[in-house]
């Protein structure tokens, strides 16, 4: 029987998000919020873990009340329990700040495995995994693609590095980040979707996680966002021309006179 | 805040030694002090008979005189299998520029390998390198690489602190900001000195690279960054640069994980693309694998790797390990041919930092030719095949 909590995050659809060039703020109107997607690899090697030894799979995220929607999705995949931690205080966190709120939510629930996806597809930081593992002391494995076993009070996974792979042994309780290659994720269930429209949403504020108010939200964040701005893509292009023929050569003709060929 | 004991009524009984989880109290001339290490958890403060230990309130200008006692700047130079990566390189670049800009000096921090290769760092621009030759390094694990960096900077204070956003980097970091409660940003593709402040901007893409941000820790210590490979620049190696290795001692490192082993990816080509000067990568215009197998060809007749898109990878031709892209890897080699790959954003923010980019694809719309540097249209099917003959023909 496993305690197995999954933190997932809601975030924006990154393929939309584009910048105004004359205000020089993110456009995210109409742009639609969805589960991020490395979070679903993480729910799904929750619910297989659950389906090989039993147990129990909360769903854990810090955000606005919206991401209410988020937890019901998961809910429909399989999910036991969900928890919202909410409160406008968490407004403008970091990945420290979050970090620790998360901590400060997961501390005082039982856990054998953290499931977190690599990174979420807006910050792209890959950081609030390894830094919750860091504040509830426990051991953390990022980059896992494959848990080749689960045993008592131990499991072994194969990490992804660079160049190939580490296989990795840890005890348990263990945080694990995800990528995409550890499994696909199940459609949910009619069941699941009716299951979703009724769950309770257990939701969480800043007394009831014990969290101190000088470490949540902007005011705990460490780092500050001074501005943002569109990337320049460089276009010095040259489309080369005629025949296939005549461009494969012409190519030969560029690369050698950069001195890019082996000789 | 802050806590402290009054001196006066210390009796240097140790009680509250014993109690200390961060052993952050020791005994100095008969009386305790609280040393550096403190994380203000208030233990202490029921266990002294005496009610010596007090808790006081810091006053607002405080934590600014605290951050001037943070000097230099610090390189993490990873290494794995005893061999420094080159990202430890391209830091020393980058660090090199940034500690002359701010006057201080640039310390290198290496755990595992040998003191060659600690004095090789010097030869890139380190004045100093901090060196644990511990065997626990060799293979890595996080908890004690982050427990001995974490020592290490809160004995030595740097002002700076930036690695590789390496898997290596990335994980272990944000464990080392988290304990010392200051800011991480994940990599970052420019760093600056804002020249009022003396605070370090850091510059990294967002929101699957749409977006740039310029990121601000000012008023905690250090400023930790993870930084993009293969995007800042070397100095010039000199091997008679003067510095200093300053051998460090592993203390207390415990670990709950282990590695059993460590499989490379085999190939023809080189896989690790980060390495890699020349890159031809492949996107769905290759159909199936065995456009694949054509574009290791032409891979192995360049002496370079192979690359993907996701689409590629999705479809199953190729490994994750070949990905480009946002969810993959960022390259930056000295050429990529982007083989029908038509050129989404996200695959662009992988690669676009390329010296040159050759786009071949039979779509002249394709948003690859907007990056691209030499642009041929055309049907991969034919082109390809054509430049490994040609190139084959051009060597005999």
Not at chain 1, 137 to 149: F, N, Q, S
Not at chain 2, 4 to 31: F, L, V
Not at chain 2, 314 to 320: A, L, V
Request: net charge negative; glycine share 8%; aromatic share 6%.
């Amino acid at each position: 029987m496993m305690n197995i909590i999954v933190c997932i995050k809601q975030v924006p659809d990154t393929a939309e998000v584009r910048i105004n060039p004359e205000t020089n703020t993110l456009v995210r109107e109409g742009v639609p919020s969805i589960i991020n997607p490395y979070d679903m690899h993480a729910l799904e090697a929750a619910l297989q873990i659950r389906e090989q030894t039993g147990g129990k799979v909360t769903v854990i995220t810090m955000g606005p009340p919206q991401a209410e929607s988020a937890l019901r999705e998961a809910v429909s995949m399989g999910a036991d329990e969900v928890r919202l931690i909410s409160d406008r205080a968490f407004a403008g966190a970091d990945t420290w700040a979050t970090s620790y709120t998360l901590y400060k939510a997961i501390e005082k629930m039982d856990y054998d495995i953290i499931l977190c996806g690599k990174q979420a597809i807006d910050g792209d930081t890959a950081q609030v995994g390894p830094e919750v593992a860091e504040f509830l002391d426990i051991p953390h494995i990022a980059y896992v693609r494959k848990i080749d076993e689960l045993a008592t009070g131990m499991i072994r996974v194969q990490r992804l590095m660079d160049d190939g792979y580490d296989v990795v042994e840890s005890s348990l309780p263990v945080l694990m980040t995800v990528v995409k290659e550890i499994n696909t994720p199940r459609f949910p269930s009619l069941k699941g979707k009716m299951a979703a429209k009724k769950a309770v949403i257990t939701k969480m504020d800043m007394s009831a996680i014990d969290a101190e108010e000088e470490n949540v939200g902007l005011k705990g964040s460490p780092t500050q966002v001074r501005n943002i701005f569109a990337p320049q893509v460089k276009s010095d292009r040259k489309m080369l021309q005629g025949s296939v023929e005549e461009q494969v050569d012409a190519l030969i003709k560029e690369l050698r006179g950069l001195k890019c060929l082996l000789q | 805040m802050l806590i402290t004991i009054n001196a006066e009524k210390c009796t240097g009984c140790r009680e509250c030694i014993e109690s200390c989880p961060y052993t952050s109290i020791e005994i100095k001339g008969g009386k305790a002090v609280i040393n550096e290490y403190c994380q203000f958890c208030r233990t202490c403060l029921s266990v002294c008979p005496e009610g010596a230990i007090v808790e006081i309130a810091e006053e607002g200008d405080k934590q600014k005189a605290d951050l001037s006692a943070y000097r230099g700047v610090w390189v993490f130079a990873e290494q794995r299998d005893r061999r420094i990566a080159s990202v430890a390189y391209e830091l020393l670049g980058a660090g090199r520029r940034l500690a002359d800009e701010l006057k201080t000096e640039l310390a290198a921090v290496l755990f595992g390998a040998d003191g060659d290769a600690a004095r090789e760092l010097i030869s890139w621009g380190a004045d100093k390198v901090y060196h644990c030759g511990d065997p626990i390094f060799e293979k890595f694990n996080d908890e004690p690489y982050a427990k001995m960096l974490t020592a290490l900077i809160r004995d030595y204070k740097p002002e700076i602190v930036l690695a590789g956003a390496t898997p290596l980097g990335r994980s272990f970091i944000p464990r080392v900001a988290a304990r010392l409660k200051t800011g991480l940003t994940a990599d970052c593709t420019a760093l600056e000195i804002d020249k009022d402040t003396g605070n370090l901007l850091q510059i990294r893409p967002a929101f699957g690279g749409n977006i740039m941000a310029t990121i601000l820790c000012p008023d905690n210590r250090p400023q930790i960054a993870t930084v993009r490979p293969r995007v800042m620049k070397r100095i010039e190696v000199d091997h008679g640069r003067k510095g200093e290795v300053v051998p460090v001692n592993a203390v207390n490192l415990t670990c709950r994980t282990k590695v059993i082993e460590t499989l490379k990816e085999t190939s023809d080509c080189m896989v690790n693309l980060q390495e890699a000067e020349i890159i031809v990568s492949g996107g769905r215009g290759m159909s199936n694998s065995k456009g694949f197998a054509m574009l290791e060809e032409l891979a192995v007749l360049l002496g370079g790797s192979v690359g993907a898109s996701r689409g590629a990878v999705d479809e199953g031709w190729i490994p994750y390990l070949h990905q480009v892209g946002q969810t993959g890897k960022t390259v930056c080699p000295k050429v990529y041919i982007a083989c029908g790959i038509s050129g989404a954003v996200q695959h662009l923010v992988g690669m676009q930092s390329s010296d040159i980019i050759i786009a071949i694809n039979k779509n002249p719309e394709a948003p690859i030719f907007n990056a691209a540097t030499y642009g041929i249209v055309g049907d991969v099917n034919e082109v390809i095949p054509l430049l490994i003959k040609k190139l084959k023909e051009g060597r005999q």
